[in-house]
């Protein structure tokens, strides 16, 4: 199953500079905007614009200090309900969208809150160049799943080429397989696996 990742920017937060991480990947990119922010950097509108039909800004109505946060808590309940299955990126600082976070995932929702969009795990997985560099990648994208880790060699390697957008041969899977045991990241008993990760760190 290929998973749509929504990835929501809280533009008042966080205002990068261009999106240009994003092209070519399968993202749909949110943008929300405050009632009264009525401004966007050229370079940033056209990274957006190049996006296509995968990009939009979404203005907030009304003002307040939680105002933004509550209009993006309010689109992943919609989107959720719409796309079980999808995943769900939040670009904020703002500490508070915690909360929320944890009982989303409580509720089976795949969110991550990151504090910039090359923090995002599998964009920075994207980026990986060294042996070391992918594999603290994945440890760091499978701490993040909790109980959603696969639990099969199968299902692993599939996730680990889905993290990688499929630019990753078998050779290169099977090794990154073997070094996650042989780190002691994953025990291997078969077909199944079981994890040895510590915990997610809060961001």
């Keep these: 199953m290929v998973r749509t990742n929504y990835l929501l920017l809280d533009y008042e937060n966080v205002q990068p500079k261009n999106l240009d991480v994003l092209k070519g990947t399968p993202f749909k990119v949110l943008v929300f905007v405050g009632a009264n922010q009525t401004k966007v950097s050229m370079e940033f509108a056209q990274s957006l614009q190049a ?32 796309d079980p299955h999808g995943y769900f990126h939040v670009i904020s600082k703002d500490k ?19 504090l910039a969009i090359n923090d ?27 109980q959603a880790r696969p639990r099969k060699v199968k299902t692993l390697t599939s996730t680990i080429n889905a993290l990688f957008q499929k630019s990753l041969t078998d050779a290169e899977l ?3 397989i073997k070094a996650l045991a042989k780190q002691g990241h994953i025990a291997i008993d078969g077909e199944s696996i079981t994890y040895h990760l510590p915990a997610a760190k809060a961001t």
């Design 96 to 114: 508070g969208f915690d909360p929320l976070i944890a009982y989303a995932k409580k509720k089976g929702i795949r969110i991550l809150r990151s």
């Design 174 to 176: 099977a090794d990154l």
């Design 51 to 82: 996006l296509g039909s995968q990009g939009e800004y979404i203005q907030i109505s009304g003002s307040g200090p939680n105002a933004l946060d509550f209009h993006i808590a309010f689109t992943i309940g919609e989107l959720s309900q719409a």
């Design 120 to 146: 995002v795990p599998c964009l920075k997985l994207s980026s990986a160049k060294t042996h070391a560099e992918k594999i603290d990648g994945v440890v760091q994208n499978l701490m993040q799943r909790s």
